[in-house]
């Protein structure tokens, strides 16, 4: 009788040690590709070998194949490489779908069940400047947040998401609302210099607090999201009712607030400059906060 035991073995292992080439090769490609950036826009090839640590013999068949690809191409009159014409119709595929909007839903839901609390997504408006909510994923506690001026425009200035993202906007935004009208939401008034001094904090702090500063009886947090050119693009929330929480709370929450800006940021296609957290959306035993 023959032994076909050993020989499916030995297929699968075959198969195992494809499987694991192709992903390095995969691994490889992408390393390559991530060579290129603004500033490096056109590599030769010893400087690609150099970059993803490959020999020079291994990162010209992977250049090779990649140009076969139109992924990367050699530049004119010269032996460098740059990104391929491809790249251009895989992004215009990705575009609409890499959006704020289409990304963000699992990350404010995670957000919401690791908090507890209303969790908000805000973008700025440059005219004006104004703040605006485009979504929100409530609280499930009875007295909760609920945002009621989706898309409605807020002045900037006035509470967390506004001046999260305001401390992160373009030197001329940011002009122009220190130029403004500055009355704060109880009608008080907001001098300049107390106003640029604060978004030069929240851009140390990496994070924005309101303490019934736009509606009174909530309090919140705010972190800035980037897209893949590192642009603040837009800022995850926290609101809790006040009877709830202050300011030592709301920091308590930054960690896991950070997190989710993160992994939202991340979807976005911003590739830190730190290893970043793993995606607490996808990672099921993640301690949850206390």
């Known amino acids: 009788m023959r032994d076909t035991g050993s020989t499916r073995g030995t297929g699968s292992v075959r198969e195992a040690e494809t499987a694991r080439g192709g992903v390095q090769s995969i691994d490889r490609a992408v390393a390559v590709l991530a060579c290129f950036s603004p500033a490096r826009p056109h590599l030769p090839l010893v400087e690609v070998a150099r970059t993803t640590g490959l020999s020079r013999s291994t990162a010209h068949r992977l250049l090779a194949a990649l140009s076969a690809h139109g ?3 050699q530049a004119q009159d010269s032996t460098a490489y740059s990104l391929g014409p491809r790249l251009l119709d895989l992004a215009d595929t990705a575009r609409p779908h890499v959006t704020p909007l289409t990304q963000a839903s699992p990350v404010m839901t995670w957000l919401r069940d690791a908090s ?12 004006g400047p104004a703040r605006r909510t485009l979504a929100q994923v409530e609280s499930t506690q009875a007295l909760r947040r609920t945002y009621t001026d989706l898309g409605s425009a807020r002045p900037a200035h006035q509470g967390a998401p506004g001046k999260v993202l305001l401390a992160h906007a ?4 940011q002009e122009a609302a220190l130029a403004g009208p500055l009355e704060a939401a109880d009608g008080t008034g907001l001098d300049a210099p107390t106003l640029r001094a604060e978004l030069e904090q929240i851009r140390a702090d ?3 607090l309101s303490l019934e500063e736009r509606v009174p009886g909530v309090v919140a947090l705010a972190v800035p999201v980037r897209d893949h050119t590192g642009t603040v693009t837009c800022a995850l929330s926290i609101s809790i009712p006040a009877v709830r929480a202050g300011r030592e709370q709301l920091l308590a929450l930054r960690p896991t607030a950070l997190d989710a800006a993160a992994v939202l940021s991340a979807r976005l296609g911003h590739v830190p400059t ?3 957290s793993p995606d607490p959306v996808r990672t099921t035993t993640r301690q949850e906060p206390s």
């Open 170 to 173: 373009r030197p001329a935004v």
């Open 71 to 73: 992924l990367v191409q």
């Open 274 to 276: 730190t290893t970043p």
């Open 116 to 127: 507890g609390e209303t969790v908000g997504l805000h973008v700025l408006d440059e005219d």
């Open 206 to 208: 990496g994070l924005a």
